[in-house]
T-cell receptor
């Protein structure tokens, strides 16, 4: 089945540790995105990438890093510099072709830092 | 500034139609109206989109007013599984980069 997969679904880390969230897609989409969602809030864009080996900061990139070494993969690292890392993290992908009609989202990773 | 305005919450009886309103009075001529929904602790799911004509698919219908300043998403026969947050978004394309998810409407379908 084609889709976008995030892992793990739940993640616990101690304060001060870096942690990497996985996102893989087999939809052959060029563009991939990372969002953060806090309780009762909408989605905020962290980073996005439209092509391999290139990515752009979103609205709240501080304390996060990404890489895009393969078209299928876009991992997000939450660093110790992120002041409030506990949140629900969502990965998405979409086609950049003209007429694209929808974005596809993963099921999310809930990160809890203790 | 928010580009869309939605009520924060609505209830609907199971089996009845759920009508979710959205105001987008500053929509531009090249912007579509998109609807997504997010079931608790899952990723958002695309429902439907339209430019100016009414649209229908297997999930829902979208009614856009003639002046395009507002729209209504209709779930014709709501089920308990339709309980979710529904987001109305205006965007020139379906690319996730251009989708701005606000707070949406929490729809609760009651048995």
């Amino acid at each position: 089945d084609g889709g976008i997969t995030q892992s793990p679904k739940y993640l616990f880390r101690k304060e001060g540790q870096n942690v990497t969230l996985s996102c893989e897609q087999n939809l052959n989409h060029d563009a991939m995105y990372w969002y953060r969602q806090d309780p009762g809030q909408g989605l905020r864009l962290i980073y996005y990438s439209q092509i391999v080996n290139d990515f752009q900061k979103g609205d709240i990139a501080e304390g996060y890093s990404v890489s895009r070494e393969k078209k299928e993969s876009f991992p997000l690292t939450v660093t110790s510099a992120q002041k409030n890392p506990t949140a629900f993290y969502l990965c998405a992908s979409s086609s950049l072709l003209f007429g694209n009609t929808e974005a596809f989202f993963g099921q999310g990773t809930r990160l809890t830092v203790v | 500034d928010a580009k869309t305005t939605q009520p924060p919450s609505m209830d609907c009886a199971e089996g009845r139609a759920a009508n979710l309103p959205c105001n987008h009075s500053t929509i531009s001529g090249n912007e579509y109206v998109y609807w997504y929904r997010q079931i608790h602790s899952q990723g958002p799911q695309y429902i439907i989109h339209g430019l100016k004509n009414n649209e229908t698919n297997e999930m829902a219908s979208l009614i856009i007013t003639e002046d395009r300043k507002s729209s209504t998403l209709i779930l014709p026969h709501a089920t308990l599984r339709d309980t979710a947050v529904y987001y109305c978004i205006v965007s020139p394309s379906g690319s996730a980069r251009q989708l701005t998810f606000g707070s949406g409407t929490q729809l609760t379908v009651l048995p």
